[in-house]
């Protein structure tokens, strides 16, 4: 892969991941009390926090699928769910309570429980389809401030001590989602000292999902931030890592054409956008 940005040395986000080599997701999520909101977008008013656990819990139920071969789960990545709002601190439920990162094969074997999910009905004859259960590990939370300096502290320290153990990785990558500023200071001091953390292979990638509560039009991977319209969408803007040319690339798959430039960012986020996000923003599947 090609630069990551002005912002950062020249590096190639080119390291093969394996189970000798493996790389990290850290997904920070916002708790605060505003996430009760209903997000924008979607046929059934849902909340931010539901949304948001929905998605993360999916996507870490897709992780553990792809990444399952004859002999199970492989540890191509390690995972881990921070959240902030009343507390700051990881959120896995059940047996993965308190750890910041885990081995996949360890979270795909623990969930906390299965979850029911209705399914549209068949397409071809109209009839209702029996809902499937989904594995969760934590759930919905909506209390408290927005800390998100404390949030990016704490995924500072876990990658930190996780990179003295795998310095040759495919840098770890932050998705912070949230629907709010700050509470606890301006992030970007902080934001940047996680972006400062390196593999051999490059800088920690931070991404921002900012979430919608009404219907208008998202911003999705911009290379600039003309269309952003205030001066805290901007910081998170700038706050974003440039996406990656595999990452760039893997946009096509949903109808997306970026620009060389184009960050980890997207403002004022829908369902939808929240699951195309997360698909193009974990787009480092070269495994071995």
Known sequence: MAHAGADTAPVT???????????????LIDQSESMRNPIGGGEVPMRKAEAVADAVNRLLSELSIKCAKEDGVR?????????????????F???????????????????ARLEERSRPADSR?????????VPAWFHAVANGDTPMCAALD???????????DHPGSFPPVVVNITDGESTDGDPSQT????????SIDGNVLLFNLHLSSDMSEPVVFPSDAARLPDEYARLLFEMS?????????????????????A???????????????????????DLR
């Open 93 to 111: 439920d059940g047996a993965l309570a308190g750890r910041d990162l885990v081995p996949l094969s360890e979270a795909a074997a623990a969930p």
């Open 191 to 198: 934001a940047e000292a996680l972006k400062q953390l390196t």
């Open 241 to 261: 890592s440039v996406l990656p040319d595999d990452m760039r690339e893997a946009a096509h798959r949903h109808d997306l054409s970026l620009d060389a430039g």
């Open 263 to 285: 960050r980890g960012f997207a403002f004022n986020a829908d369902i939808s956008s929240i699951v195309q996000f997360l698909d193009v923003g974990t787009q480092v599947m």
């Open 75 to 91: 540890d191509y990545f390690h995972v881990g769910v921070i959240g902030y709002g009343a507390s700051v601190g990881p959120i």
């Open 125 to 133: 004859t109209g009839a209702p389809r029996p809902p499937v259960k």
């Open 154 to 164: 704490r995924a500072r320290d876990a990658i930190g001590r996780w990179l003295a």
């Open 13 to 27: 986000y080119a390291a093969e991941i394996s189970r000798a080599n493996p790389t990290c997701f850290v997904f």
